[in-house]
């Protein structure tokens, strides 16, 4: 694993155990959008596995109100074994957490889907952001025009593009391009 992964995870799960404990939906739903987008940027296992455990959470917790004490166990037990670096067990832990999330919540699996719509729809945004067409980006990973336009507007891309063309040097292109 990634030492900068290993330590956002660790940061980002100790955030998760507060606020179950403190039963604060918007700061879990605020976590599982953080680790989405690095899911989306990294493309690892173990933040797509994280990203996952916390969304089906914030969904859990909205829902229901509680998020079960076997549940915060295993999450602080996949701290302590993040922290010593004994990946195979934080593995284990995450293991049990999908399979205790199962047991609780039967969309699991929409939540996984979920999960990996969202870091495709950033991950075309990025290649969008590097000045791919909007229609091509939107092609070459397989998701809908729509959607990409749809996450693109809550962003700031549009925004930060710079054109560092000149005027004079497209001018040059296009004579050579059609002599």
């Not at 996984?112 to 969202?118: G, N």
Request: hydrophobic letters at 40%.
């Amino acid at each position: 694993m990634i030492e900068n992964i290993r330590i956002d995870i660790i940061a980002l799960l100790k955030d998760t155990v507060k606020a179950l404990e403190m039963n604060d939906i918007v700061l879990v739903r605020d976590l599982s959008n953080n680790i989405i987008h690095n899911a989306s940027i990294f493309q690892d296992e173990h933040s797509i596995s994280t990203a996952v455990i916390i969304y089906s959470l914030s969904k859990i917790i909205h829902r229901e109100s509680y998020v079960d004490v076997r549940i915060i166990n295993i999450l602080n037990k996949a701290i302590d074994h993040l922290q010593k670096q004994q990946i195979g067990k934080y593995e284990n832990d995450i293991k049990k957490l999908i399979k205790q999330i199962s047991n609780t919540d039967s969309k699991l699996d929409l939540y996984i889907q979920h999960v990996m719509d969202q870091a495709h729809v950033k991950k075309a945004s990025k290649v969008y952001e590097h000045g791919i067409s909007l229609g091509q980006t939107a092609y070459l990973l397989g998701i809908s025009q729509w959607e990409l336009m749809k996450y693109i507007g809550h962003t700031k891309i549009s925004e930060e593009f710079r054109d560092n063309v000149t005027v004079k040097s497209r001018i040059t292109f296009a004579r050579e391009l059609f002599k």
